[in-house]
C-alpha cells in the first residue's frame, strides 16, 4: 500500500546530542512537512517542501533543520535537542493546493535524556 | 490568519449514543476544513473533509460533518458511538496553497459499556 513511513517509531536522544528523524513516502506526492506534537497538544507545524523550495514556519526554533534529497525522502535533524524538544514528530504528505488531505506517518516519539 | 476552536476537550459519552464534537473556525477566505483522529501513539487518519460542494459530509465509520458558513461551524456526529470510537479527534483549517493544516486543540472522546 502506498503510505508515509517514518523511522524510527521511538528515539531516545541525549541533551544536546545531535539526531536525526526520517520520512519516506510512496504517494509521490510534492509537499512534504514536518508537524511536533507536544504532550496532550495539537500538532503544529514546523516546515514543510514544496518540491526542492523549503518553507520554514516563523516561529520554528534555529535548531529545527531539514533535508529533501528527492521527492521520496525528507528528513528532520535536531542539532543540539533540549527537553523542552521532547515530542510526537509527525510526517505528512500531499499534492499542493489545500483541498486534498494530507496524509501523516505514524510519528516518531522523541525523548531527550 | 486562520484558526480552529473546538468546544470541550474531553467528550463522554455511552455505547450507542449519539456522538457530537464541535468545531468552529475563522477563515477569511472560503476555507477548506477537515476531522482527522488520533490513536494514542500513532499518526493522524484522516475521517472526511470539507472543500467545496455539499455542506454535509460523510466519512469513514460512520462519522459525517455539517458545514454551516453563518455559524462558521463544522461540527462531527455519529448517531451511535461504538467502543472502538474512543481516540483524539482534531478538526484541522488548511490554507488554500499548500495544504498546511491549523489544528484545534483537540477533543478527547472516551466511550462507555
Known amino acids: 500500500d502506498a503510505m508515509v513511513i517514518q523511522n524510527p517509531r521511538y528515539q531516545v536522544t541525549q541533551f544536546g546530542k545531535p539526531v536525526t528523524l526520517s520520512c519516506s513516502q510512496t504517494?509521490?506526492?510534492?509537499?512534504m512537512y514536518w508537524y511536533q506534537q507536544k504532550s496532550s497538544q495539537a500538532p503544529k507545524l514546523l516546515f514543510h517542501?514544496?518540491?526542492?523550495?523549503?518553507?520554514n514556519e516563523a516561529d520554528t526554533p534555529d535548531n529545527f533543520q531539514s533535508r529533501r534529497p528527492n521527492t521520496s525522502f525528507c528528513f528532520l535533524d535536531i542539532r543540539s535537542p533540549g527537553l523542552g524538544d521532547a515530542a510526537m514528530y509527525l510526517c505528512?504528505?500531499?499534492?499542493?493546493?489545500?483541498?486534498?488531505?494530507?496524509?501523516f506517518g505514524q510519528g516518531t516519539r522523541l525523548t531527550v535524556v | 490568519a486562520q484558526s480552529v476552536t473546538q468546544l470541550g476537550s474531553h467528550v463522554s459519552v455511552s455505547e450507542g449514543a449519539l456522538v457530537l464534537l464541535r468545531c468552529n473556525y475563522s477563515s477569511s477566505v472560503p476555507p477548506y476544513l477537515f476531522w482527522y483522529v488520533q490513536y494514542p501513539n500513532q499518526g493522524l487518519q484522516l475521517l472526511l473533509k470539507y472543500t467545496t460542494g455539499a455542506t454535509l459530509v460523510k466519512g469513514i465509520n460512520g462519522f459525517e460533518a455539517e458545514f454551516k458558513k453563518s455559524e462558521t461551524s463544522f461540527h462531527l456526529t455519529k448517531p451511535s458511538a461504538h467502543m472502538s470510537d474512543a481516540a483524539e479527534y482534531f478538526c484541522?483549517?488548511?490554507?488554500?496553497?499548500?495544504?498546511?493544516?491549523?489544528f484545534g486543540q483537540g477533543t478527547i472522546l472516551t466511550v462507555h459499556p
Open positions: 517542501y514544496y518540491d526542492k523550495d523549503f518553507n
Open positions: 484541522a483549517v488548511s490554507d488554500t496553497s499548500y495544504g498546511k493544516l491549523t
Open positions: 504517494l509521490n506526492h510534492n509537499v
Open positions: 505528512a504528505t500531499s499534492n499542493a493546493g489545500g483541498h486534498t488531505e494530507a496524509f
